[in-house]
């Protein structure tokens, strides 16, 4: 017999096959237990990962999907042991939902690196058997580890992309100690990731250089986003006037593309970080040898570092730029964030719309 009970009906939105097409879906949470807590989702931000699990880019989606891990919503039960939570606290929860709590990266508050069993919140088997669902539904069932508190005035809508976009950048800035005012940052991709990369080297006090293939984002990088410099990263003449002139450098841009670049603008001992995920990293060895420069990459964040990161938003006011949408729009807004046409982040209002 299962220690888990089946608990209470959930609506959520599904893809039930490679087609990624969303529509209704019903399903059962399970039941509360001592050390959860119940969100009732409010809002759930969009992120490429939805795409892959909808659409099987990686050939092990476990259909139904219900896609999301960018949530956020307000506590509507407590398990007998939670004391970090009370009904009606805002919370977030977001790319993880459960982990071994025994290793050296949990104890360290590192969970999304447990080599035992991080469980992922989509498409993955949960302690109870079950497929993890996420955040297009109405409410989901944590252990309060995995939740965070979310300060009260900060807005819902915006907190959701900071569970994952957020935290994904915030992580190795705070690793490689890139909060050291008055260092240089260059930032490739003006997505969901860069755009808060931008937010917060500004917050730490760092010289920004935005990198795109577009100088159709100059404006926003600079006016919006607050970047000190933009450059187009295919004038290989700009390029060359930045040659060993930054720290460190975050590569956010999707799809496959050079590296070989930008490691040139890192000075010595510089850092180039990715955060991206292309097919394949093609790099001349003279890369890393020339200027004793490194590569490294990065994978969300733990539960100690994403709490922290709300704090900070919250106390210096840093907002994702996002787009507000219903649940039926978005399968289209997949669609758009592919074509790279999104400032910067699309957020579902599931508690407006998800009926």
Not at 101 to 117: F, K, S, T
Not at 296 to 301: D, L
Not at 323 to 333: K, L, S
Request: hydrophobic share 35%.
């Amino acid at each position: 017999m299962s220690f888990f009970q089946e608990g209470k009906d959930c609506l959520g939105w599904a893809a039930r096959d490679a087609s990624g097409v969303l529509s209704p879906y019903h399903f059962k949470r399970r039941a509360i237990g001592a050390d959860d807590i119940s969100v009732k989702i409010t809002h759930c931000g969009i992120c490429y990962g939805d795409v892959v699990y909808t659409r099987n880019k990686h050939e092990d989606s476990k259909y139904p999907v219900v896609p999301g891990h960018e949530i956020a919503g307000i506590v509507q039960e407590v398990g007998s042991n939670v004391h970090r939570f009370k009904i009606g606290d805002p919370v977030g929860v977001g790319t993880y939902i459960n982990s071994c709590r025994n290793c050296d990266e949990c104890n360290e508050g590192l969970e999304v690196q447990c080599p035992n069993g991080m469980v992922p919140t989509i498409n993955a088997v949960d302690v109870d058997g079950t497929i993890t669902k996420g955040g297009y539904s109405s409410f989901i069932v944590v252990h309060e580890r995995y939740c965070y508190k979310i300060p009260e005035n900060y807005p819902l809508a915006l907190a959701a992309p900071l569970l994952c976009s957020g935290i994904t950048v915030y992580t190795p800035m705070i690793h490689h100690k890139m909060n050291q005012p008055g260092k240089s940052l260059g930032v490739i991709g003006l997505g969901g990731l860069g755009h808060m990369a931008v937010k917060f080297a500004k917050a730490f006090g760092l010289n920004v250089t935005a990198f795109s293939t577009s100088i159709s984002k100059k404006e926003e990088a600079l006016n919006v986003l607050g970047a000190d410099k933009f450059v187009v990263s295919t004038d290989e003449e700009e390029m060359k006037t930045l040659s060993r002139s930054l720290d460190f450098i975050i590569d956010s841009a999707s799809g496959d593309h050079p590296f070989d670049p930008y490691m040139s603008l890192l000075k010595t001992n510089g850092l180039f970080v990715m955060v991206c995920y292309p097919k394949e990293v093609k790099l001349d060895p003279l890369s890393l040898f020339i200027g004793m420069r490194s590569i490294t990459g990065s994978f969300t964040g733990g539960t100690k570092l994403t709490g922290e990161m709300l704090e900070f938003c919250a106390a210096n006011k840093i907002y994702p730029e996002i787009e507000v949408i219903p649940i039926e729009y978005a399968y289209e807004a997949f669609e758009r964030m592919l074509k790279g046409d999104v400032k910067y982040r699309f957020v579902i209002d599931i508690q407006n719309s998800l009926k």
